[in-house]
């Protein structure tokens, strides 16, 4: 299986490209409510819109749970070993 890694400090995923993941998932699945960055930002109690989320996890990537992964239309947020292994099956 080819894959490409995208380092997203140096290219950051656009909010479309995001809004594919958050389409399938919800924006909350996208969001790392453990990560460091989502706590020194003070994002705890922050209330806002889907598009606006959107727009704060393409600024700031190390808000984002990872991996994110695309195969073919096939999408997934984190780590999803057996998923992936699908992938590869079939």
Not at 4 to 20: C, I, T
Not at 38 to 44: N, P, Q, R, V
């Amino acid at each position: 299986m080819k894959t490409h890694f995208v380092d997203l400090m140096e290219r950051a995923a656009s909010p479309g490209e995001l809004k594919r993941f958050a389409q399938k998932f919800g924006v909350n699945a996208l969001i790392d409510r453990e990560s460091k960055r989502y706590h020194e930002l003070g994002y705890a109690h922050a209330q806002y819109s889907d598009e606006r989320w959107l727009e704060k996890l393409s600024d700031e990537p190390l808000l984002l749970r990872m991996p994110l992964t695309r195969f073919a239309n096939r999408l997934t947020i984190g780590l999803a070993e057996t998923e992936w292994r699908t992938w590869m099956q079939g």
